[in-house]
Nanobody
Framework: QVQLVESGGGLVQAGDSLTLSCAASGRTFSSYTMAWFRQVPGTEREYVAS????????FYADSVKGRFTITRDNAKNTVYLQMNSLKLEDTAVYYC??????????????????WGQGTQVTVSS
């Protein structure tokens, strides 16, 4: 089992930056692929980014590529999502998720076993 707690959401203006954090507790953090998803009410949860062992094993949705950066600090059991050049369409609840690293990386929310409670990001014009 692993418990995930997100933080760092808030209200920002278009073009601003924001960094989300996800603190993990439980089993060995480094044994999990970590990911960020986001969801707007009434829509399906959308893949944002994922990271495997290190910052050199990262993957992004096309909608955020070049603007968002996912990193992890295994010593702090924390994964981050640095979001730059935020757009109105980035408004959503952002969720941190984990799945065993031996299963690889996936962009499907259905294949992640553990979830945080979510943190709201609102981008205004």
């Amino acid at each position: 089992q692993v418990q995930l707690v997100e933080s760092g959401g808030g209200l920002v203006q278009a073009g601003d930056s924001l960094t989300l954090s996800c603190a993990a507790s439980g089993r060995t953090f480094s044994s999990y692929t970590m990911a960020w998803f986001r969801q707007v009410p009434g829509t399906e949860r959308e893949y944002v980014a994922s990271i495997m062992w290190s910052d050199s094993n990262t993957f992004y949705a096309d909608s955020v590529k070049g603007r968002f950066t996912i990193t992890r600090d295994n010593a702090k059991n924390t994964v981050y999502l640095q979001m730059n050049s935020l757009k109105l369409e980035d408004t959503a609840v952002y969720y941190c998720a984990a799945r065993p690293i031996r299963l690889g990386v996936s962009s499907s929310w259905r294949l992640y076993d553990y979830w945080g409670q979510g943190t709201q990001v609102t981008v205004s014009s």
